[in-house]
């Protein structure tokens, strides 16, 4: 019923700045608690952070300080704001609604390299 498409990732090089957009369709948006996650090869997928549909925002320690997650209702858009960029940081990234989720978009590719 709800999708979500992922949008703006990219090769960018350390140190650098990415936004990410994930479009949300099919539902409600401004209802929503909305989360971006991100899954490394080979690796598990994890959550990033988080933002409630009253604005309340929960980052992942490791990306504090660094990435800013925001909302905009009447687009129906959630946002990842990427700065300070690692090449840790690589992985394709997705969104998704929090706490139950739907299924998950293509996501979008982050790499982060010399």
């Known amino acids: 019923q709800v999708h979500l498409v992922e949008s703006g990732g990219g090769l960018v090089q350390p140190g650098g700045s990415l936004r990410l957009s994930c479009a949300a369709s099919?539902?409600?948006?401004?209802?929503?608690?909305m989360g971006w996650y991100r899954q490394a090869p080979g690796k598990q997928r994890e959550f990033v952070a988080s933002?409630?549909?009253?604005?309340?925002?929960k980052y992942v320690d490791i990306v504090k300080g660094r990435f800013t997650i925001s909302r905009d209702d009447v687009k129906n858009t959630v946002y990842l704001q990427m700065n300070s960029l690692k090449p840790e940081d690589t992985a394709v990234y997705y969104c998704?609604?929090?706490?139950?989720?739907?299924?998950w978009g293509q996501g979008t590719q982050v790499t982060v390299s010399s």
């Open positions: 998704n609604v929090l706490p139950a989720m739907v299924a």
């Open positions: 099919g539902g409600i948006f401004r209802v929503y608690d």
């Open positions: 933002i409630t549909s009253g604005g309340l925002r």
